[in-house]
């Protein structure tokens, strides 16, 4: 009498009987990496939404930079433009979907557009670094004030060496070991600064060794 073959498959040239134990377990790993899968193909997409939402707010001119195709571009338009709330959500979703279409060049472009908007460009946060670079510096010793005078001829040096004597003042601990506290001085000393660099970028002066006690 012949015996009955069970029912299976065959696995790297393993046989799997099912209801086995092995089957169980196979059958269980597939379901996981499967379930895994859709988890993960959600939250990308569910990135990708959220991205297409801050596209809406992104600067006309950043937004022009983008390699964005013609539909997605207007519906972008669009959709700053609609009210209606179900059909806003369904622009949205349609955006969404243009989204996953984009090449990772692209997408890496639009969230360094949005980086820029929400942190300044490069050259903006350098600008902003060589201000407070020479700020300290002109607050920290008389020979970076002259220096900043000899480079910005036309400067108020008059208002500049008074506001650098405050705000040496002002960094003065009120008791020993307090921490150091900066005052108006501090702030507007930084704001002329900024303003020169905007017009001429300036290099930056040596390093001094920062005495808040010294007086100019």
């Known amino acids: 009498m012949s015996r009955k073959l069970k029912k299976g498959y ?4 393993e046989f799997v009987a099912e209801g086995s134990e092995r089957d169980i377990e196979l059958k269980a790993e597939l379901k996981g990496t499967d379930e895994q899968s859709r988890t993960d193909l959600k ?7 959220k991205l297409g939402v801050e596209l809406l707010t992104l600067r ?9 195709s013609e539909k997605l571009q207007d519906a972008i338009a669009e959709a700053k433009r ?7 959500r369904r622009l949205m979703q349609y955006i969404g979907k243009m989204m996953r279409k984009l090449e990772p060049e692209v997408l890496e472009a639009v969230k360094k557009a949005l980086d820029e908007q929400a942190n300044g ?3 903006e946060k350098l600008a902003l670094h060589q201000a407070e670079i020479w700020r300290d510096r002109l607050i920290a010793d008389e020979d970076a004030v002259a220096q900043w005078i000899n480079l910005n001829p036309g400067c108020d040096t008059q208002q500049l060496r008074a506001l650098t004597r405050q705000a040496r003042k002002d960094a003065q601990p009120e008791k020993p070991g307090a921490a150091v506290r900066h005052g108006r001085a501090y702030r507007e000393i930084f704001q002329l600064v900024r303003e020169a660099l905007s017009t001429v970028p300036q290099r930056e002066p040596d390093a001094p060794v920062f005495n808040p006690s010294h007086e100019a």
Do not use: C, H, M, Y
């Open 82 to 88: 609609i009210t209606n709330f179900e059909g806003k």
């Open 10 to 13: 065959f696995v790297r040239g």
């Open 43 to 49: 939250r990308e997409s569910t990135e990708l939404q």
């Open 121 to 123: 460009s490069s050259a």
């Open 60 to 68: 006309p001119d950043l937004l022009a930079r983008l390699e964005l």
